[in-house]
């Protein structure tokens, strides 16, 4: 089983910066990609980006050209950098570790972002 820490989340005015980590502890060697979902208030979660190890990555459509997903395969680590945040953005993100074998989802504990208009 894999422990995902995030950090990072808070309040940031519209237009600003924030920039989220997440970190794999016990059995990291078995993670293939990592991801970040979010999820606001009454809607489903969603995914906003993925990355594999070997660096592949994809966005959602509303988050490109503003947000920038990276991994430290070293540290088992993975980053959200959001910029030109949007109160549209505002929901809890949570960070998500997919496994070997078989893509077995492990969630973090999630964190608020709130973008004041």
């Known amino acids: 089983q894999v422990q995902l820490v995030e950090s990072g989340g808070g309040l940031v005015q519209s237009g600003g910066s924030l920039r989220l980590s997440c970190a794999a502890s016990?059995?990291?060697?078995?993670?293939?990609?990592m991801a970040w979902h979010r999820q606001a208030p009454g809607k489903q979660r969603e995914l906003v980006a993925k990355?594999?190890?070997?660096?592949?990555?994809n966005y959602a459509d509303f988050v490109k050209g503003r947000f920038t997903i990276s991994i430290n395969n070293a540290k088992n680590a993975v980053y959200l950098q959001m910029n030109s945040l949007k109160s549209e953005d505002t929901a809890v993100y949570y960070c998500?570790?997919?496994?070997?074998?078989?893509?077995?989802?492990?969630w973090g504990q999630g964190t608020q972002v709130t973008v004041s208009s």
């Open positions: 016990t059995g990291a060697s078995r993670i293939n990609a």
């Open positions: 990355i594999t190890r070997g660096g592949s990555i």
């Open positions: 998500k570790a997919e496994m070997s074998p078989w893509g077995t989802p492990y």
